[in-house]
């Protein structure tokens, strides 16, 4: 069974940061792209920025410049650094992979449970 869990979320002053950790732990063969995404209360689900295979990455022009995806060594984990965060910030910041489990020939997506950042004075 595959498993991502998202951590690090919290309630932060504006213009102060965090760090949003995933890990993809269970019966995987490999792992692709990995990516963040958010949504905000009465919002549809945004993608934040992603990070392939070959560690390129993209992210969306209102986060472009504060924040940084990077992935850990062993390829299962992927990091969201968030600094100078902004009010509208605040969402459910979710996981995404694209990987193959064990024993498949096929790449399957899938979703981490969320985390909550607020961005508050």
């Known amino acids: 069974q595959v498993q991502l869990v998202e951590s690090g979320g919290g309630l932060v002053q504006p213009g102060g940061s965090l760090r949003l950790t995933c890990v993809a732990s269970?019966?995987?063969?490999?792992?692709?792209?990995m990516a963040w995404y958010r949504q905000a209360p009465g919002k549809q689900r945004e993608l934040v920025a992603r990070i392939s295979g070959g560690d390129s990455t993209n992210y969306a022009d209102s986060v472009k410049g504060r924040f940084t995806i990077s992935r850990g060594n062993a390829k299962n984990t992927v990091y969201l650094q968030m600094n100078s965060l902004k009010p509208e910030d605040t969402a459910v910041y979710y996981c995404?992979?694209?990987?193959?489990?064990?024993?498949?020939?096929?790449?399957?997506?899938?979703w981490g449970q969320g985390t909550q950042v607020t961005v508050s004075s």
């Open positions: 269970g019966s995987i063969s490999s792992i692709n792209r």
């Open positions: 995404n992979a694209d990987l193959t489990p064990l024993g498949s020939v096929w790449q399957s997506n899938f």
